[in-house]
């Protein structure tokens, strides 16, 4: 509680003493001796020396009461979900959500019954923070479209000390360095076939961080190893051999104000011993077009890509090439892929790798619409020759190349809500009309939209 200025108190106590002489002057009117006027500033002193007292009580209270506040815990519930912050600000914990509801239409000739609504992902990421180096992350998934029978399971569990911008190690489970491209997608709803012929998650121990001033980022790590597009279990990897990787990423002209201060370069790599299969190759319309096969030997994977955004625009390359040993004749055959996407957002708001923040979020009774971005996609998928003339694949039910073609709809209605809507075409090499794969009988052709919820 403020304290009162010196006049302020003043004019109280005299008011104060004023109403009391009423009852110390005689009923007759007399002079005032000297005796009354010692009594009346006598009278007044103590009404002041209380006052003081009762503003220093308050003073006391609202100290205590501010200490106390600064004992509790913080909470807040927004946009990035449950927030609980330790007054120190050192621990803190964080609970979100990510929701994915899909309707996939095909609209080729290849097969009846494969439409229909699915709920993609439920997940509900935790995340927080021991100290101010020391952080952690779970991600358990309680439905997915990859997964048959029990949906439940761990996508991500890691720790991670971060010593400095420079140097950080992480631990656990969690997303590895060869693709650039996330299961959660920028531009589409799934991913492209470069995604196809890298590692997804893998359970293992990495190094990175950034140096020169954020111009040159790295991640370096060992790990398990598995398969293409597969996430690794909770146990070591099956072959016994562990599989060195990382990302090297450069912004040549970080920190500039020119269009190409957002231009980034990166290469991402990884090699081991693989013994088991492959994981079977999907289209972009998510249907099996070639089979799991055996591999023993030396695996490569190489990925170069390249990134762009800048205001409204955005745009993504990469190429993603998977060399393995065949278990059948030790030959060495070489799969590759690649992928070109841009990006515009129409409401002019900035594009980022996390997405679109509208400026004016969805709000019908305001007539605001949040933010509209249109994207294209070219992709394509090349399966080494060896396969097919040694007879691990079958021709006629595997494709040996494809291009997909794609245009989409991103609808941005607030920083949590957002729908899509893609349409794309693939044409297949292999294949045909009387193939016993169902997704090869015709060249894929498909509408997929999804509404997402994510905090």
């Not at 004992?71 to 600000?89: C, E, F, H, N, R």
Request: glycine content about 10%; cysteine-free.
């Amino acid at each position: 509680m403020r304290t009162l200025p010196n006049a302020a108190r003043a004019t109280l106590v005299a008011a104060l003493a004023l109403a009391g002489i009423p009852a110390m002057l005689p009923a007759q009117p007399t002079t005032a001796t000297e005796s009354d006027v010692q009594a009346l500033r006598e009278q007044i002193r103590q009404l002041d020396q209380k006052l003081r007292v009762l503003e220093r009580n308050q003073e006391l209270k609202d100290e205590t009461a501010a200490a106390a506040a600064k004992k509790q815990p913080s909470v807040s519930i927004g946009k990035k979900g449950l927030v609980i912050t330790s007054p120190d600000q050192d621990f803190s914990l964080k609970i979100g959500g990510l929701v994915q509801t899909d309707a996939r239409v095909y609209l080729d000739d290849a097969a009846p019954n494969r439409d229909g609504f699915l709920l993609r992902r439920i997940r509900l990421p935790v995340s927080g923070t021991f100290s101010k180096n020391l952080g952690f992350f779970l991600q358990p998934e309680f439905s997915s479209a990859d997964t048959a029978g029990s949906n439940t399971q761990l996508v991500d569990a890691w720790l991670e000390a971060r010593i400095s911008p420079a140097f950080g190690l992480k631990a656990g489970k969690f997303f590895g360095p060869v693709a650039l491209e996330t299961p959660n997608n920028r531009h589409f709803i799934e991913s492209s076939f470069t995604n196809q012929l890298a590692p997804n998650r893998d359970i293992g121990f990495e190094a990175s961080g950034a140096l020169a001033d954020g111009i040159v980022g790295y991640r370096l790590g060992i790990y398990n190893g598995v398969p293409n597009n597969v996430w690794s279990g909770t146990t070591n990897g099956a072959d016994g051999d562990f599989t060195v990787g990382g990302r090297l990423t450069v912004n040549p002209f970080k920190g500039g104000d020119g269009a190409l201060a957002p231009l980034s370069f990166s290469v991402g790599a990884a090699v081991g011993n693989t013994v088991g299969n492959t994981s079977s190759i999907k289209s972009n319309g998510q249907q099996t077009i070639d089979s799991a096969y055996a591999i023993n030997g030396q695996e490569l994977h190489v990925s170069p890509a390249v990134e762009w955004y800048s205001g409204p625009f955005s745009a993504v390359a990469e190429y993603s090439l998977d060399r393995q040993e065949l278990a059948l004749n030790g030959a060495d055959v070489t799969n590759t892929g690649w992928r070109v996407g841009v990006g515009y957002v129409l409401t002019g708001e900035n594009s980022t790798r996390k997405g679109v923040s509208p400026a004016s979020p969805f709000d019908w009774e305001k007539g605001s619409w949040g933010a509209f971005e249109v994207v294209a996609r070219v992709s394509g998928l090349d399966v080494d020759d060896e396969l097919f003339s040694s007879g691990v694949l079958s021709a006629a039910n595997n494709a040996s190349k494809a291009t997909s073609y794609g245009v989409g709809l991103n609808w941005f209605l607030t920083d949590n809500v957002q729908a899509r809507f893609d349409l794309e075409k693939t044409n297949f090499s292999g294949g045909g009309a009387t193939s016993t794969n169902v997704a090869l009988r015709d060249d894929e052709f498909y509408l997929f939209t999804r509404l997402q919820l994510q905090f």
